[in-house]
């Protein structure tokens, strides 16, 4: 790593949105994924990269990669729409990649939570290795208020607990602002996300009490050990265990799919992306407000104004100006990295 | 107070469950609450006082009264459900408390839930002082899964932030297990309920570091200086911030209704208890799980299993195993708590 390092500085590679599209196809498609799905799969991790949230941008390939080649994707798979009732829409992914499953499950949920004012979209057997929040923002676009999650593999415990039991279950949200950029936020209800623990291990470095334990419950600085034997921790205490715990339950048992733990059973120890479900909901504000749903929305713009005034921040804002800068000036890959994915591509 | 709480060992009022619910009749119908009003409140102070939760319980009568008083609420208000969407219940509590509303949306939120697989019942125009759970387990009665979640008043300063926006927004959750009693949690997204903030003061003393700040945005241990002058802090920095925004947002003006601070400035410092919406989204396992709703249900209970193999609490079963006690063996009221109580009723 340290040489990869040291060739950063001096051979970054340059790229436009549209290179990296490229990019994404060509290794994708190398692979044998169908064209509907490396067009899916490579709208999602360019959306990350232009945000500058590398850990599922790019650097995503080699995961994906390696989970074809341990059979945990199906490259052609070809999501199922079902209509199972008027403000429900089930996508069976088929053992694919859950980004095409979700493109081809939206405009069913658009029509439905216009028609009825609240539906979900609920995605069944897939493999998830993309961000939520670029499918959270396909939906403000819309004008909709949305929410997703789902579980991961059983990497944390519950609070007062030591075991791995739950997933790091990320929570997504997202709000329209008119023509500006959607209040986003994409949270794992863990302490930290697991790709900061690795990043850790990785580089040496101890993690923060608070962020795991080791194999006997102890609150533990090493990253290796909570990885490999211990467990991580949920954010919050009691109440981010809750939200974990809500989470396994409504994007797995209540849309007839797996918890963490049988996510992790399935994999077998192959270390594969998590294959399970995934569910988000969709709600109309001009079915919900009332009457005037605009003017109601344009509330918000009020709370928002007093976020900043007082020096916090807006989630999601440091995600936009990456966005902007990105689409101005491109992004930089370290030359490691573009080798790595030069490599797959070959 | 300290007599009343030596009073208080000579001289506790032991009361069941009838008695509590006559004790409640009697006070809000001499006040001139109308008698569903009366029913629907009584009903959910006697609720939270059988599951052993002291600030919604019949403590909670004063408040009323003081609110009532203040002119904060309309004692007779005859809440109006409106059919705005297929999916959408909404109930125009016309400046009641929320309890009747809530009784009165549910018939359509249930039908709507099982219809169209996910419905959302939003409640606006009403003072809320009841908890959330005791809605939620309404609803899991049915079989249904259930989130319900409401703005308060502007307590809270955002993560990062220094003043009071937000309010102490509390999320409650619902999971129905059979016969058994259902998963439910229910919690502020503030580092900790006001109501304990008041009670440290009330005893004169300090509150821990992270429940909140001074006026000058730096972290106190002052429990009046945090509640007079400066404000709460959220659980779980930055994350837990994030959901008391949406939660703002989505039982704000996704339904037509107002912020927190817009319900402070409503109430123009009287101190009455808030005025805002509320909002509950049900969803029928049946139209959700793709068949086999009772086996895909029971994934949960392996969850739940080895959540409590490992000596971590599951979210509510102190309150069951007070209600349990309290069924038995009756409620224990404090001496200066009943006299208060029947000053009131008299």
Redesign the interface.
Known sequence: MSDAKHEDTEMDINLDREALTSLCHKVLTRHGFSESNVEAMSDALVAAEMDGCRSHGLYRLMGFVATLNNGGVVPDAVPVV?D?????V?VDAKGGFSSLAFQQGVPELLSKAR??????L?I?HCVHGTALWVEIERLTREGL?A?ACNPTQSYM???????P?LGTNPIA?G?PRGDGNP?V?D?A?SAIARGDIELHRRQGDEIPLGWGVDRDGTPSQDPAEVLDHGAMLP?????????A??I???A?????DM?S??SSEHDQGKGSLPYHGEMI?A???A??????PQQ?????E??FD??KQ????L?SERRYQARQKHLEEGVTLSRALYDDILELAS
């Open positions: 079902e199972t009732a008027p403000s429900v089930k028609a009825n004012g609240i539906a979900i609920a069944n208020v929410i415990a519950p609070y007062g607990g030591s075991q039991l949200f709000w209040y936020f949270f209800t954010f919050g205490e009691h109440k981010g265990s809750a939200l715990i809500m396994e339950l409504i797995g048992p209540l849309i007839g918890l733990i049988e909901i709600m109309d504000p079915r919900l407000t009332g009457g005037s109601h929305m344009l509330r918000s009020r709370l007093l976020v007082q020096g916090a921040r989630s």
